[in-house]
Every structure is written in C-alpha cells, then in structure tokens.
C-alpha cells in the first residue's frame, strides 16, 4: 500500500512539474531587436514584420524581398487591408496555449495582416481564373504589405466593381466570420428573430446586413453613439445597452451571435428560445493563459446539459463564401463600415485603435 501511495505521488509530482515547465515554456519571450537589414539583389518591397511577442511597438516597417509567384499563385498589389483582432492576438502571443502552434519564445511566422484588396500584377503559368489588371480581394497571412502571393484555389475572389479596394480589404475575416455564424452554425432561417450582440463592430456590422439578407427579423445591441448606425445597416430593432439590458428584457431570439461575451451563459440563455442557438464569435475575457477560450470552453461544458445549443467555432477563409459576399455587395444588400484609415507606417497605431474595443465597423490601411 506504502508503494503504491508513493508511485502516485510520484506522478502527481512529475506532472505538476511538467506543468509548471509547460507554462514557462509558453510564457517565455524572446528579447526584442532591430530586423536585419535585407540587402539581396531582387526586387524589394516594404512590409510590416515582427520578431518577438509585445505590444504593437514592437513592428517594424522593414523592406523585404517582393514575392513571386509559383505556378498556381497569383500576385496581387496590395492596395489596401484591414485589421482584426487576429493579428493583436497573434502579435502578443496571447492566450499563451495559442504558441504552441505560432511559436514558443518567439512567432514563427513574423508577418501579420490577412484581409487586403489589390490589383493582380502577375499570375503562375498554371492560374486561369486570374489575369493581370484583374482587381481582387481575399485573405492571406502577410497582409500588411505592398504586395501577397495566394493560391488560385485558396480565399481569393473579383472585387466587385461597386466597391472601393478599401471596402472591400474590409469584408475576408469579419464578414465570412458573420455569414458562417448565422448560416452555418446558427442554421438560420428566413423569418427567425436574430440578436447581434456587437452590432456595430466589424463582424457586427456585416452580421446585420447578411441576417437581413438571409431573411431574418433581426436586433441589433450597440451603445447610444452607434444606434443611428446599425438602424441604418438594416436592424428592424436597436437596444442601447448602455440603457437595456437584452438579457432582462423577456424578448427571446431564435439565434443570439454574440460578439462580446459581456453577460454570462445564464443570462444570455435566458434571452434565447428552448431550443434557441447561442453562436459565440467574440469575447470580453481577458487573461494571458486562456482569454478568449474560457468562455466558449464552458460553453461546451454546459451545452449538453441544456435544451439550447451554445456553439463555438472558428470562421474558415473559403473562396465559395467569398463569393457569395460579393454578390451581397453587388446587389447592394450588403456594404462595408469604415471606421478609420491609417497608413502602411500606421499599423501599429492601427492595431493600438482596435484593441481598444471602440471601433465602428473596420480598421483599414492604406498602401501606396
């Protein structure tokens, strides 16, 4: 018996050292410096990098080596982008479980940005659905630079020709984030009450829209500033928060997406139907360790024990949705909020702005 006690101990011991050597291997942070100037012979372009984890003081505006494309990739001049709270979280490595997958000590990625819009200057001996002059707009990881390979196959799409290059840098991440919460995950149906916690950040904003679009009766939640805004985007109802509480209003909604997470489960379970659906795409929560996952973690704990779904999920870039986005802007149904523009120079005041949790609509920025 004294042996057996003693093994487990023995792995109680081992494993909290484990943890403990986890977490300093996941807390850990390289120190920062200059980039290497990059002195090569090939055509070069500016673009923002980062070598450590930080705040946005740490980017730099570093000339790089201009891509060039493989076979199936299509090179776009990058005319505008668009920040989202992806590249702060990147950025900081926060919530620290994040690097085991970007990089313990530092990212192993060390450029940020993936909405942008441009014009495509060359195209892969093997693209067929692009040519050079064709104005484009889709995702991909880099963003913030003056140019970006993608894959013909991969989040690339035409721009449609009633937007600007900087409308549409606005819509990849945000908008297919809303369309796929409120399709997919939230099933909606023409006719259900939907709930936009958020209404007027930038998945908030095109959530209004495509709910409409989708057929719905749709509420929008936002402060006093930004009441007149989602009225206008299309919301049939507006609740000012900062003078009801939704959550204690007894209206129920057939689908809440909630973009803030600043009620508890319980009380937004109280604003949905029996067999409602709670769509969870943004968070209030903060902390280095898990942040923005505790949440839809207890989400998923409770979930089988109610009557509700309460759904977590993680939007994907694909080329169909942003296609179907495009016909939304084409048909008017559905136009980007532009909040504030900065310059390529900008993106770490850009970055700084977003994290601040005000912004109305998107952050976008400009490239020469």
Known sequence: MKLRYKIGGTLVLLLAVLVLALGVALSYESECGPAPAWSGDAPAMQAITYNCYGP??????????????????????????????????????SPYI?????????????????????????VGENV???????????????????????????????????MSFE??????????????????KGGLQPGQKVLVNGASGGVGTFAVQIAK?????????????????VRALGADHVIDYTRENFAESGQRYDLILDNVGNHSLREVRRALEPDGTLVIVGTSSKGNWLGPLWRPLKAMALSPFVSQELANFMAQLDPRDLEA????????????????????????????????????????????
């Open 56 to 93: 946005p003081e740490v980017l730099q505006l570093q000339v790089i080596e201009k891509p060039t494309p493989s076979a199936d990739e299509v090179l776009v001049k990058v005319q505008a982008a668009a920040v989202n709270p992806l590249d702060w979280h990147y950025l900081r490595g």
């Open 98 to 122: 994040m690097r085991l997958g970007t990089g313990l000590g530092a990212p192993n990625v060390q450029r940020l940005g993936v909405d942008f819009a441009g014009t495509v200057e060359a």
């Open 128 to 162: 067929t659905r692009f040519k050079p002059g064709d104005e484009v707009f889709g995702g991909r990881t880099g963003a913030f630079a003056e140019y970006v390979t993608v894959r013909e196959d991969r989040a690339l799409a035409l721009k449609p020709a009633n």
């Open 167 to 184: 409308q549409a840098a606005a819509v990849p991440i945000a908008a297919i984030t809303a369309l796929q919460g409120l399709r997919d």
């Open 213 to 229: 679009a989708l057929g719905a009766e749709v509420t929008g939640v936002c402060s006093t500033r930004n009441v007149d805004m």
């Open 325 to 368: 986005l495009a016909d939304l802007m084409r048909s008017g149904k559905m136009t980007p909020v532009i909040d504030r523009r900065f310059s390529l120079s900008e993106v770490p005041a850009a970055i700084a702005y977003l994290e601040e949790g005000h912004a109305r609509g998107k952050v976008i920025i400009t490239v020469p």
